[in-house]
């Protein structure tokens, strides 16, 4: 059975942020808020807790997961940009996209596509996210909660709970947070291109 934590959107209560925060260290499961939908997180380094949320979206080994990162300061650990990439991903964070990056050797292979070195990185503008990774110190490892089957973000924290209250550790209640996905840009080749439209603008990102 899972906890339930209901964190204020805005002023997210810092008890409640480090008991999560406990909880993904313990190799705990939780759902959270982004700025564009609830999301499925996890420890960076845990394997178990990783193949957990492949099972719960039936995810095969050529997903692109997502490191959620607090800032820009942990992206030379995780992946590779030149200036002028970097520029346009300091304009545009937080924000409503997901960048997909040449990775470095520090991001374990599991979460690579087995053919490419790329990872995706995404510094969302949703204060519950922003403080369990704050609380964390370093990045959360997420997928975007889609069920099989859907095609959109689930986005009731009550239903949520009710499908996978045996299947994740916690949910956090961070009211609605949308349900459009992340406009995701590929800045991993040569040419950058614009992967998905999603909630971001992705003007800046056109050739």
Same mark, same amino acid.
């Given at each position: ?5 209901? %964190?204020?959107? !805005? ?11 406990? %909880? =993904? ?69 937080? #924000? ?37 990774? !704050? ?10 909660? %889609?069920?099989? #089957? ?21 949910? =956090? ?16 080749e040569d040419e950058w291109f614009v992967f998905r439209e999603g909630a971001g603008d992705s003007t800046p990102f056109q050739n």
């Amino acid at each position: 059975m899972s906890q339930f934590f209901q %964190i204020h959107p !805005e002023n997210p209560q810092q008890r409640l942020i480090r008991q999560a925060v406990e %909880i =993904i260290r313990q190799g705990g499961v939780v759902v959270y808020p982004t700025d564009c939908a609830y999301a499925l997180g996890c420890h960076i380094g845990d394997k178990r807790a990783l193949d957990r949320i492949k099972a719960i979206r039936r995810l095969d080994d050529k997903h692109n997961f997502t490191l959620v990162c607090r800032d820009l300061s942990e992206l030379a650990t995780y992946a590779k940009v030149d200036n002028s990439a970097y520029r346009l991903l300091k304009q545009n964070t937080p #924000g409503a996209y997901t960048f997909i990056l040449k990775a470095t050797p520090e991001v374990p292979r599991r979460l690579l596509h087995p053919k490419r070195r790329q990872i995706g990185l995404r510094v969302p503008d949703n204060a519950i996210a922003l403080a369990l990774t !704050e609380e964390l110190g370093e990045p959360i490892m997420s997928s975007s909660l %889609i069920m099989p #089957g859907d095609n959109e973000p689930l986005t009731d924290p009550y239903d949520i709970r009710d499908l996978l209250q045996n299947q994740v550790d916690l949910v =956090i209640d961070g009211g609605y947070c949308g349900m459009e996905a992340t406009t995701v840009v590929n800045m991993a080749e040569d040419e950058w291109f614009v992967f998905r439209e999603g909630a971001g603008d992705s003007t800046p990102f056109q050739n």
